[in-house]
């Protein structure tokens, strides 16, 4: 397994991150981060060899992209392929290589269980490039449906949220959405199986748990 964070959203901490970390997935401007965030934090996933994706989200800085917005699905094909086609070319400027694609907050959970809406995005990343790596919740429309269409995936799986007895995610509206203890985290990589496993870096705790993580040897080095 590997361990990917959000990262290039503002928080400040990507730079400590980065030695824990395998994939980071990079803010695109659409929730969060600029032009000026994407460039600092491709040149700092090159500097530690961490592979970089785009994390594409809905036009919704106000709500950090965490609230569902009604568009068709090519309104949402063209605003994710916009997104991987910005982060791409600053990637291919600074001598990198995109590697996969994450969708963010609502637009992610969404597609987990709209077949719509996980085909647009799957579109989006197979025209940009069909060797993009699709990241997806385990078990969800976004894998099966981006596996139809011929494109590698990496079932995802959260450290630091819990989930429901469906396999969704608890709401964050809801308490103890977010793990704020380490052995909560280390109790689900324990109990879940999945290729990727994602810290978010916007958490208050995401740098103890990436820390504590590789400390017991869950992620590649």
Same mark, same amino acid.
């Given at each position: 397994? !590997? &361990? $990917?964070?959000?990262?290039?959203?503002?928080? *400040?901490?990507?730079?400590?991150?980065? +030695?824990?970390?395998?994939?980071? /997935?990079?803010?695109?401007?659409?929730?969060?981060?600029?032009?000026?965030?994407?460039?600092?934090?491709?040149?700092?996933?090159?500097?530690?060899?961490?592979?970089?994706?785009?994390?594409?989200?809905?036009?919704?800085?106000?709500?950090?992209?965490?609230?569902?917005?009604?568009?068709?699905?090519?309104?949402?094909?063209?605003?994710?392929?916009?997104?991987?086609? !910005? &982060? $791409?070319?600053?990637?291919?400027?600074?001598? *990198?290589?995109?590697?996969?694609?994450? +969708?963010?907050?609502?637009?992610? /959970?969404?597609?987990?269980?709209?077949?719509?809406?996980?085909?647009?995005?799957?579109?989006?990343?197979?025209?940009?490039?069909?060797?993009?790596?699709?990241?997806?919740?385990?078990?969800?429309?976004?894998?099966?449906?981006?596996?139809?269409?011929?494109?590698?995936?990496?079932?995802?799986?959260?450290?630091?949220?819990?989930?429901?007895?469906?396999?969704?995610? !608890?709401?964050?509206?809801?308490?103890?959405?977010?793990?704020?203890?380490?052995?909560?985290?280390?109790?689900?990589?324990?109990?879940?199986?999945?290729?990727?496993?994602?810290?978010?870096?916007?958490?208050?705790?995401?740098?103890?748990?990436?820390?504590?993580?590789?400390?017991?040897?869950?992620?590649?080095?």
């Amino acid at each position: 397994m !590997t &361990l $990917n964070c959000d990262l290039g959203e503002g928080i *400040g901490n990507d730079a400590a991150l980065m +030695p824990y970390i395998n994939e980071a /997935n990079i803010a695109c401007g659409f929730h969060a981060g600029d032009a000026f965030t994407m460039r600092e934090t491709v040149a700092l996933c090159i500097r530690h060899g961490v592979k970089m994706g785009a994390h594409p989200s809905y036009l919704d800085r106000e709500n950090f992209g965490r609230k569902e917005i009604e568009l068709s699905p090519e309104e949402i094909y063209l605003l994710v392929k916009k997104q991987i086609e !910005t &982060l $791409n070319q600053i990637v291919k400027t600074a001598g *990198g290589t995109l590697n996969h694609v994450k +969708p963010h907050g609502a637009l992610y /959970n969404t597609s987990a269980k709209n077949p719509e809406v996980a085909m647009a995005i799957a579109k989006a990343v197979k025209d940009v490039s069909g060797d993009l790596i699709l990241f997806g919740l385990k078990g969800s429309q976004s894998i099966e449906v981006a596996q139809t269409m011929g494109l590698q995936t990496a079932e995802e799986a959260f450290a630091d949220r819990r989930y429901e007895s469906d396999g969704s995610l !608890t709401p964050r509206s809801q308490p103890g959405a977010c793990f704020t203890e380490i052995q909560d985290v280390l109790d689900q990589v324990e109990k879940i199986k999945a290729d990727t496993w994602c810290i978010h870096g916007d958490g208050p705790h995401a740098l103890e748990f990436a820390k504590a993580l590789k400390a017991k040897r869950y992620t590649k080095s």
